[in-house]
């Protein structure tokens, strides 16, 4: 088998026999891996700290989010006075403690325009301390995790890393594939000095956890920046995502659910009412968390205080249990519910890629979804580890491996037309795609053009 390198093209023994498919199925496995792997293993890392985010949280953020239980609970008024006294600024949200032992949050617009989480206990109503809005040590790892701090670019690069890795899956699958005469299917054979252990390992970890992979990629694109973006307007243009019904005859503002913090995918661009009047005075925040509590909102829910005359209460809560998510609105002068959406009001779309995205964060079944999950991305990374280890070894001398073009063209346009058909559901894959097989051909006629 040839194998192409720089300057020159050499025979690499033992992969004469071959066939073209094989060679061109091979040829763009090694590609989606060049590509995906480092994304492959930062992802899996992060994750791997982002399924426990709640119980680190609560580890090295003690001090501030938990208390002990008390026999009743402060107003809510009263921490949030308490709070913008310590802190002056605006109050703009209010979360209610998620568990007996956890903190009331407040969220705090300061005068030069930073937010800040205040955290308070909800028995005293005492002040624990703060943090800029997002700061904790989850955050961040959802930061990297999700390339955020690279803007669109990075959520962008994101979104081909996860198109190829699908990629990377059905390619494997087919080099994996049992053929006569083959071993390492399901057993690792050799010992780690050896290439065949570390190409046995691969094989063998990768058809274990290539669906998961194809779950966590499939299951990640709702919040890429362009699919995702797409699929959620059509699901919700289409009553496949939040129901229009919803909205019909309720006075509504040009706000929407993302601007007021987060948000499920379903209900990022879903409008937010405007209270119907315009009473002498509100009904203000204690009664509004009591008449939230006395729709019976799963503890933890957030609340969006109102900050101009037409504004509305807002509580929306998204728990592990996906069936318990709800977004409630209140007319913040009747207290009067304008909008009570759960997940059971959702379309068909909307329902299928909230709770795949809750499983995908560790969170539908418990700790049981966290460990499976834990397992995959250590699993990620060591075949990661192995595909990096399986090269180096196979790799030769000057060279960058690339398995050779089939001697029969017409397999590798036959592979080339299976990846269009991603290319079309992921159309920014398509493109990395496009822009992949042009350099592919122009170094392929360089190396020949120096050959000659």
Known sequence: M??????????????NNASDLYRAVWRWHFYAGLLVLPFLITLALTGALYLFRD??????????????????????SAMIAAATAQYPGEAMKFTTPATPTASAEITVKQANGE???????????????????????????????????FGTIGRGA?????????????????????????????????RPRQRIFWRDLHAVTGIFVGGVILFLAATGMPWSVFWGDKVNAWANSSNFGYPSGFWTNI??????????????????HAMVPNSSGHAASAIGIDRAVAIFDGLEVANGYAVAIPNAPTDVYTASVFPDDVERQRIVHLDQYTGKPLIDLSYADFGAAAKALEWGISVHLGQQFGLANQLFLLAACMAIMALAVSAAVMWWKRRPSGSLG??????????????IVILAVGGVIYPLVGASLVAMLCLDLAATRMWRTKAA
């Open 251 to 268: 006075p509504m503002s040009d706000e929407h659910m993302n601007h007021q913090g987060e948000t499920s995918w379903s209900t990022q």
């Open 55 to 76: 119980e680190i949280d609560a580890v090295v953020h003690s001090d501030l989010k938990r208390v002990e239980v008390g026999t009743a609970l402060a107003a809510p």
């Open 115 to 149: 937010k800040l989480a205040v955290y308070a206990n909800p028995y005293t109503g005492a002040i624990l301390g703060s943090l800029p809005d997002k700061g904790t040590i989850m955050y961040l790892i959802r930061d990297l995790h999700s390339l955020k701090f």
């Open 402 to 415: 690339v398995p050779a073009l089939p001697n029969d063209r017409s397999k590798l346009a036959g592979v």
């Open 2 to 15: 040839t194998d192409i390198i720089i300057g020159r093209t050499t025979t690499v023994a033992g992969n």
């Open 158 to 190: 994101i979104e081909i890393a996860a198109g190829w890795a699908i990629l990377l899956v059905g390619t494997g699958v087919y080099l994996w594939w049992p053929r006569k005469g083959r071993g390492g299917a399901l057993s690792v054979r050799g």
